[in-house]
């Protein structure tokens, strides 16, 4: 994945403020499930080779929006090909280079892989989850700690929207038709309806939609 992909990321350490537009709660005993993730005008969150860097095109206006957003905590939800992206990433002096407060914050956060083919995770404060998705997630909702964020993995945001256990949604609008990708509700039946809560659209055409679920 392209560099620019990660810069989106300072927008995971403010999720548990980001998405609910409001201050951060660390430590409720009942935590949330929010998603974070970009998508294009007809619908896709990448394209068919995978890549997200259509997303991340960056100017001042949109970097300040990025770096405000990334206050609070939260623990990081991945599925393994997201997990293993980022998890080359961020441990890496280039990162450490190019976007310090960032990678700090990246590896510093708990962060939870789900994956039946990994025998083990290696980055920071990861540990690996093999149990039933949706009966893990009640399980860790249930417990308290900071609230939970997935980025990108786009089949645990499917499968946890079918079970109704994600609580909030923060999606990008992206001004780009892709004509064709991967959505991020693929296999989603009975239409669950969100409640829109706030919009905020920005001069590079991006317009981001906090969501609940209703």
Known sequence: MHR???LSATSVLAASVGLGGGE????????TLSVFNNVSLDGYFTDDASDMSWAHTQDPEWNKFMSTNASGDAELVFGRKTYEMMARFWPSKEAAQAMPDVARGMN?????????????VDWENSRLAQADLATEIRRMKSEPGPNLLILGSGEIVAQLTQAGLIDAYQLVVVPIVLGSGRTLFEGVTGKPRLELTKTRAFENGNVVGWYKRS
């Open 4 to 6: 620019r992909t990660f």
């Open 108 to 120: 510093r956060m708990r962060k939870t892989v789900f994956s039946h083919t990994l025998k083990s």
């Open 24 to 31: 951060a709660r660390a430590s409720t005993p009942a935590r």
